[in-house]
């Protein structure tokens, strides 16, 4: 077996391949997926230089697993969906709270029916206490009546888990869910005030995720030990509310606690960029995506696609398929990088004041910072995976994360490609962020350093260094 390719007998190599470069051709981009049936294995696939193991930030998918917390609490008859949040937490409320938002209780918030107009996690993760800074804000809805997707009312339901365990949201689910199916205590970011955020920020691998979708579709069972009920599970995955916003068929499904639910029956936990977590009870499907995604609602019909076809398909392609998830983003056909260039750099926000690019084959990318010197090595055939420590270097999907600006973690696999049009010897630098969903590629152009994010083929941020 390649160790990038698994497909169980009778699986179409074909349809498997088709579904990819369909996919990749509407700007969906897959790192890795795996697909069982009943619980045995039926695809696994995963594109280099990435694997199954390594943590990935999961975006809002983080949600999912804040309602597992919240699950298992309620089976230990330490929360309920009916509990009322100021009279749990009544030390963090403001002094001058409404009557209505005193009455708000935690299935409002899973169900994102908090009563605000909008998420007010931009409010919360700076504050000296993020649940108080979610309750200040006026509220335009009666609680429990009106969907709006809302990261901060996840922040706030796991808030309520560190209360009444307390422990950290990570520490609790390390050891009454992620311990017990194998998987290693991941990171999870936390709010200034160290609440953990609970709707967003949560790393984990492939392998996690399935494992977790797989305990999921068996009840909450996982090898024979129950995990959360199967009572919660039905509950959590039914629908509470309803997004009439959004006119994509499986996001106007419903709603349940931090779970959707699927167009075609079952239900998902997704998080922006294209990853996902999928249970089709009916069939027997449990499905998980990791991906670099620009319409998800177009992964979703490349999915369906391919449960549509998986068993039909003609047979043959294997080699074809695996050849393709060694290759697909690899560099090609690229000359040897083999002068040394150097350039100030004027202020920026992340520290940077110099650059300098040298080497012959694997080329070194030097950084002068405020904070010292780091090496950014970048291969010419393949990627070299650089873990670093920089300021403000990983892109996100926002200025939620608290982190930014602050030195973080960087793990970056990186290549250099021909690029004609760039003034740096005709090559451009290639980062594929091997813990989020991005890609960057620096070039420079009229004498500029420009640094472009992409998710997949979709540029989203382009940032320039005179």
């Avoid at 990791?290 to 068993?311: C, P, Q, R």
Wanted: proline share 4%.
């Amino acid at each position: 077996m390649n160790e990038r390719v698994f497909l169980k007998d009778g699986c179409s190599a074909k349809a498997v391949l088709g579904f990819i470069e369909k996919a990749a051709a509407d700007g969906v981009n897959l790192r890795a997926m795996q697909i069982y049936r009943h619980g045995e294995p039926l695809v696994k696939v995963c594109m280099a230089p990435y694997d199954f193991g390594s943590p990935m930030h999961l975006y809002s998918l983080s949600k999912s697993f804040t309602s597992i917390a919240v699950g298992i609490c309620c089976d230990k008859g330490l929360l309920s969906p009916d509990t009322v949040v100021s009279e749990l937490m009544p030390e963090r409320m403001p002094e001058n709270i409404s009557d209505t938002a005193r009455g708000i209780k935690l299935c409002d918030l899973l169900s994102m029916q908090s009563g605000h107009s909008e998420c007010k996690l931009y409010k919360m993760r700076w504050a000296d206490d993020a649940v108080r800074a979610f309750f200040e804000e006026p509220l335009t809805y009666e609680p429990g009546t009106t969907f709006v997707y809302s990261t901060g009312a996840t922040c706030v339901c796991m808030a309520c888990v560190e209360k009444v365990t307390g422990m950290k949201g990570t520490d609790f689910l390390y050891e009454n869910l992620f311990k017990k199916l194998g998987i290693k205590k991941p990171r999870w970011r936390e709010t200034v005030d160290g609440t953990t955020l609970g709707g967003v920020g949560l790393y984990l691998s492939s392998d996690d995720i399935t494992k977790t979708a797989l305990m999921l579709a068996n009840g909450g069972v996982w090898n024979g030990e129950r995990i959360v009920s199967e009572e919660y599970i039905r509950l959590a995955t039914s629908k509470h509310s309803l997004d009439i916003n959004n006119g994509a068929p499986d996001w106007i499904a419903g709603y349940g606690f931090q779970f959707w639910l699927n167009d075609r029956g079952g239900f998902r936990g997704d998080g922006a960029f294209g990853q996902l977590l999928l249970v089709f009870p009916q069939t027997g499907y449990v499905m998980t995506f990791m991906g670099e995604v620009g319409n998800m609602a177009t992964e979703m019909k490349h999915i369906y696609g391919l449960l549509d076809s998986l068993d039909s398909a003609p047979a043959g392609m294997m080699q074809e398929l695996v050849r393709y998830a060694e290759t697909r983003y690899l560099p090609h056909n690229i000359s040897f990088f083999g002068n040394d260039l150097s350039y100030g750099v004027a202020q920026n926000t992340i520290g940077l004041n110099k650059i300098r690019f040298c080497g012959k084959g694997t080329l070194r990318v030097e950084l002068g910072t405020d904070y010292g010197e780091h090496v950014i090595s970048c291969g010419k055939d393949g990627f070299i995976l650089n873990r670093l420590v920089l300021r403000g270097f990983n892109p996100n999907i926002s200025a939620l994360d608290p982190d930014t600006g602050a030195l973080e973690r960087v793990n970056v696999f990186a290549a250099y490609t021909d690029m004609p049009e760039s003034e740096l010897c005709g090559k451009a630098i290639v980062l594929r962020h091997a813990d989020t969903c991005h890609v960057q590629r620096w070039y420079v152009r009229d004498g500029n350093l420009k640094i472009e994010t992409f998710v997949g083929d979709l540029p989203v941020r382009e940032f320039t260094l005179i």
